[in-house]
Nanobody, 122 residues
Framework: VQLQASGGGLVQAGGSLRLSCAAS????????MGWFRQAPGKEREFVAA????????YYADSVKGRFTVSRDNAKNTVYLQMNRLKPEDTAVYYC????????????????WGQGTLVTVSS
């Protein structure tokens, strides 16, 4: 599976962005998908996960209530809608695919996209 993330950019605090992650291959619906982020000088951290059919989602406490993960298996795409953005959300955001129905464990993700930069100004 190859993943291509897009949609990052510069936004003011309180604004919104929607990230997209397009996947290649015909087995996209067999993968649990996740979003992670890495801020400058910090380790990569989990943001959100969605199960292979989209029926289950899970969020980091820091984004719960502000971010929404979704997927369209017909389009081989997973999304991350980010609302009420804060300066501390500034990071490179990565999508990832796991060959299991649903996981939040970074080590279970086998495929990673190249990342898209989100910058939130105060």
């Amino acid at each position: 599976v190859q993943l291509q993330a897009s949609g990052g950019g510069l936004v003011q605090a309180g604004g919104s962005l929607r990230l997209s992650c397009a996947a290649s291959g015909r087995t996209f619906s067999s993968y649990g998908m996740g979003w992670f982020r890495q801020a400058p000088g910090k380790e990569r951290e989990f943001v959100a996960a969605i199960s292979w059919r989209g029926g289950s989602t899970y969020y980091a406490d820091s984004v719960k209530g502000r971010f929404t993960v979704s997927r369209d298996n017909a389009k081989n795409t997973v999304y991350l809608q980010m609302n009420r953005l804060k300066p501390e959300d500034t990071a490179v955001y990565y999508c990832a695919a796991a060959a299991v129905p649903f996981t939040m464990t970074p080590g279970r993700y086998e495929y990673w996209g190249q990342g898209t930069l989100v910058t939130v100004s105060s």
